[in-house]
């Protein structure tokens, strides 16, 4: 196990109409003047943004609204946001939406603290020193941001999908209330739920060596959404199966499954490329790649897939041909995406294969590697990109 | 799964040589005038303790020490801590031990900032509404004190053992060293592991339906210990699988295993009796208790005993006779903890089976009954600790 820090300070409000609690936290943590930062007219249709400002109405916080938070959340609305909370004094960030909206309201809180350009963070050119405190408000679970130091946002000028990370971006509570996700559509919350299961992945295959009690975490997260993610896709209204996956999403990203232990994030890099491309969902990108990514680089370690196999899909090990239960995990966890309902191949998600060579150059690997489980040359993320493209069930 | 608060603030600084960070984590944290407290001469021989005064020292933090804390630790010392708090003007408590140190940190934490007798915390009379902050250097993997808001004190008067809470006295930080448990002997070790699952299974036994999440993380805790505490019984330098008890305690305890559902803390109560009457560690009494109060609570919930079988010891399923197979899982784990060198029953504990009625007494249950997974009349309590006084492999 590698040495490491763990922090998560967030404190959790989780269940049922815990919405009503925000104007309190607010409060608790120190907000006078609020920008309630929010994504589509959905939050807005449901009632939702109204009990929120009702909350803080009840507590006397002052508050402004900036809605308009689009999935893969774009730079220009962050530049707003930025500018109103100049402008109006802002001392507190809530966010009212999923992982877009909380990313968002991320950069705005860094940007509003940075005499630069915001978009130096999430270029590698400067590190986050200081940034107002977040309270989110989660309706979508997937991005697991409202436990997390993350945040991505998408440059509009080229499609341009960078990230960016601070503990000082750890939201100072998160209010979860599972019935805020009844409503998702199966797509979205299939997304979501391939989303959680690849922040797990991209923990699970490390080259650190003994690192029992991270595998079971990891494994712990896999197994409920295994269970879980079928019956919410088959009953939207299922309280207990979508409590169960809102919890998963922040214990899949908060880092607790990931510490001590080198990490591989390839395939949400190479994901990226292709929401930012065509702007698809993160989460049905990720249900292309993912997969494809772990049949090229199974030969690293064939008994770390074999035990995911075994541990996660109750795969029978085969013990004179550990790489054959290697490869029936990596089919199994296919087959579960597309049962769920996401696209396994470009052609379902809207991809085209002539466009691998662009989304290789828009990487830029150039003569260099990608770090991790197995390190990635230019060629490498074609091959897995072709894999991707060409990807059955057979 | 029902409604919860989460919040873990605590900073975990985890690996080698990491105790001499304590300095600037204190300094960091707002400490300028330290408790350095701790319990036996072990730290002080060892050298840690001059290690983290060094580091002190290193970043110009007045420093003021208080050891002798002793396993089970005592009211009296609790006393001498909060009348140097007051006479120091101390404002930051570090602790440097195992379980029984941090305890008494944090009641000497909550007793210097109360105006009556800090016992009032311990007996129910008053609530915690302030404490000194307190960071931990953690040499004894078990009591999950480092990440948790919970102190249990010894009163000498009678020997009463009894536990208080609050969120004020999570830790700030907590520096954690596999290699400082390297030396603890075999048997405390063994201790240590028994109480880190108990604190498991305290949360596993829940009449909350459908909380799959919490039940796989719980396992995953559980499936760690039971491959790595054999191995640094055998092999006591072993840093790898030190480090996955180590962190596997604060998991076990910090209650992000624990969150959403009810809980049980039944073996610990009936346990708490035991070491307050006979002195012994905290550990083996579990061990001798907990395998009894499941062979008494089973038929609550046959199919959940069932499910621990499988999951946690490997047990086959019998679909015709789940009930054999939840004995099973018991027995399983009566033979574990005998196998690491833990007493199984009174006698190899050093109690006697005539004191039954005076541990129930203690326990003051009178004609009311012990909430929890099953609810237990004192008759029930005498006939669990009857089962553990008698217990064996067979």
Redesign the interface.
Known sequence: ????????????????G?ESSCGALVKKHGGTRVLVHYGSGSAVRSGLLGRVTDSLKAEGVEYFELGGVKPNPRDGLVRQGIALCRKENIDFILSVGGGSAIDSSKAIAAGACYDGDFWDFYCGKAKIQKALPVGTVLTIAAAGSEGSPDTVITKEDGMEKRGAGSDLLRPKFSVLD?ELTFTLPAYQTACGATDIMAHVFERYFTTT??????D??C???L??MI??TPRVIADPKN???R??IM??GM?AHNN?CG??RSQDWNSHGLEHELSGLYDVAHGAGLAVIMPAWMEFVVDTDVMRFAQMASRVWGVQMNFEDPKSTALKGIRAFRQFLHDIGMPINFAQLGAREEDIPLLVEKLGVGDGVRWGFRQLTAQDCADIYSLAANASLS
Request: overall charge negative; glycine content about 4%; proline content about 5%.
């Open positions: 196990m590698d040495n490491f820090n763990f922090y998560s300070p967030t404190e959790f409000v989780f269940g049922r815990t599972p060596k003994e690192v029992e009690i991270t079971r975490l494994e712990a997260v197994l409920t269970k879980e309280y207990d199966a409590a169960n919890w998963a214990v607790i510490v001590g």
